[in-house]
Nanobody
Framework: QLQLVESGGGLVQPGGSLRLSCAAS????????IAWFRQAPGKEREGVSC????????AYADSVKGRFTISRTNAKNTVYLQMNSLKPEDTAVYYC???????????WGQGTQVTVSS
């Protein structure tokens, strides 16, 4: 069974940091582009960052550039999202998703809650 599991969410004060993990089981992540999405209450889901399996290129939403970093370790079959200088507007459920070239994101995790509040 192909599965993605996120972890690392929690409550953090503004300016703090968290590192989210996305671990795969049932398949190897090195064959997939991996993305992080988030959805805040009452808002549409938005893309946060992605990392390509083809050339390792990375992309970020303007709202997180310079604060978030996506990385992957094939040895651990895991993708990370390092989030620094967190703001209250980063509060959301964060999801990781996987896709192969030419297709949409077919595989999704269950999400992890990130709350930024003093």
């Amino acid at each position: 069974q192909l599965q993605l599991v996120e972890s690392g969410g929690g409550l953090v004060q503004p300016g703090g940091s968290l590192r989210l993990s996305c671990a795969a089981s049932g398949f190897t992540l090195d064959g997939y582009t991996i993305a992080w999405f988030r959805q805040a209450p009452g808002k549409e889901r938005e893309g946060v960052s992605c990392i390509s399996n083809l050339d390792g290129s990375r992309a970020y939403a303007d709202s997180v550039k310079g604060r978030f970093t996506i990385s992957r370790t094939n040895a651990k079959n895991t993708v990370y999202l390092q989030m620094n200088s967190l703001k209250p507007e980063d509060t959301a459920v964060y999801y990781c998703a996987a896709k192969v070239a030419g297709r949409g994101y077919d595989y999704w995790g269950q999400g992890t809650q990130v709350t930024v509040s003093s």
